[in-house]
């Protein structure tokens, strides 16, 4: 590792300097807000790495809550499924009476949209925006750039200029490209569980022990056997949502287990950064805390759990691909079995496609960030890649269709 030393005192010094500034202008800040902010204004902060920061002390000093919002999750290719989303955010928020923090305001305005025309675009997405800061009543953050500042209009925010340092790239973490290897197939395999891929196959072998699967002597019916007698050696549901809680934040893991929570977020900024090309800049910093991110949480057991979870997925897809099967269950592919097994059995088949479309480009974008690894010291960017930019935009397009039960694609 690289001996980074001397440079604490410099960074000490050029953060010591920074937070001096944004004392100041907190102080300036909620003077404001006791004299100015109410229903209808905002306040107008430049995005980067001082965002966060300057509101969490705005809302320290107010001595309110603060809700932080990622606009690019907010976004969706309709416009109208933006608005009601937004709603929900803004009510959630005046609920609370929390100051409402919304982060990314140029992901929501250069968000793909059914329109063409880019002006109608930003149009449609800053009037929303500002519409519903009009009927605001609480204190609203909004974090972007100048093109944000001119889409909302001077009369509806209080503009501040502060910049905290990004000091990412002055500290040493180490990328373990192998660990990012095992996150990619742990991801794969965390997407695939939307589909009760695993689910689907526990439930035939059950119905093969009791007899009820119509399936003669061959490959699938010595698959299941084998499957049945090793059931005690595979990991459980427990074991695999804990291990996606504890890589990516998901919900139901162990409560002695601590949950990435900072994945969501990160890796909806490196994405939507990403998909919106130079609009956003460029997304190397993302790229970093990202990769950091998850080469944290590749050590131990995930390298392990990869490799399991890989043979379980393999099995799965052969099983469930295997003829007989197919025959069995009156389908046309894997994919079909399993939507007529979660309806019928399992409350409901799922909207395969999707999940398996950000399962396939998830995995990509995770294996792009192994590969080029080596790459992120001190935030540094290669430039647009095509096939990076395509699964992106895969990914938000699939995360766009939304939760989807659809037991009427069940032939």
């Not at 919900?251 to 900024?269: H, I, K, S």
């Not at 944290?296 to 990869?306: D, E, I, L, P, Q």
């Not at 935030?379 to 990076?388: C, P, T, V």
Request: charge should be negative.
């Amino acid at each position: 590792m690289k001996e980074r030393m001397p440079l604490v005192a410099d960074v000490g010094a050029h953060w010591t300097r920074a937070m001096d500034e944004v004392s100041k202008l907190i102080a300036e800040m909620v003077a404001c807000v006791g004299q100015q902010l109410g229903l209808g204004r905002a306040v107008l902060i430049p995005r980067g790495p001082g965002a966060a920061a300057t509101a969490s002390s705005l809302a320290h000093q107010l001595g309110l809550p603060l809700d932080r919002i990622d606009l690019a999750a907010v976004s969706r290719a309709s416009v109208d499924d933006t608005a009601r989303n937004l709603d929900a955010v803004f009510e959630q928020a005046e609920k609370g009476g929390a100051i409402l923090f919304l982060d990314e305001a140029d992901a929501l305005l250069s968000r793909r949209t059914e329109l063409a025309d880019s002006h109608d675009r930003y149009a449609q997405r800053a009037a929303l925006l500002t519409s519903r800061i009009a009927v605001f009543n609480g204190v609203a953050i909004v974090a972007g750039s100048e093109a944000v500042a001119s889409a909302l209009g001077s009369r509806n925010v209080l503009r501040f200029g502060v910049q905290l340092p990004d000091l990412s790239g002055l500290v040493d973490v180490e990328i373990i490209r192998e660990n990012l290897s095992a996150i990619q197939a742990i991801y794969f395999a965390y997407a695939l569980e939307e589909t009760r891929m695993i689910a689907v196959v526990d439930r035939i072998v059950s119905l093969f022990a009791s007899g009820l699967l119509p399936l003669g002597a061959g490959h699938a019916s010595n698959d299941l056997m084998k499957m049945w007698s090793q059931r005690g050696e595979q990991l459980s549901d427990e074991d695999r949502r804990i291990i996606y809680s504890r890589v990516f934040g998901a919900p139901g893991g162990d409560a002695d287990v601590t949950p990435n929570r900072d994945f969501q977020d990160l890796w909806l900024r490196f994405v939507s950064a990403v998909a919106a090309g130079s609009r956003q800049g460029s997304p190397g910093g993302r790229a970093r805390d990202l990769a950091v991110n998850l080469s944290a949480h590749g050590y131990g057991m995930a390298r392990f759990v990869a490799d399991d979870l890989r043979a379980q997925v393999r099995t799965a897809t052969a099983l469930l691909s295997d003829p007989a099967v197919t025959a069995a269950f009156g389908a046309h592919d894997m994919w079909q079995v399993i939507e007529k097994v979660s309806a019928n059995d399992l409350g409901g088949a799922r909207n395969t496609r999707r999940f398996v479309e950000m399962a396939e480009s998830g995995a990509n974008i995770i294996g792009w960030l192994a590969k080029h690894a080596k790459t992120f010291d001190h935030g540094q960017w290669m430039g647009d890649d095509a096939q990076l930019t395509a699964a992106c935009e895969r990914w938000l397009a699939a995360q766009d269709e939304g939760d989807g039960d659809v037991p009427h694609r069940v032939a």
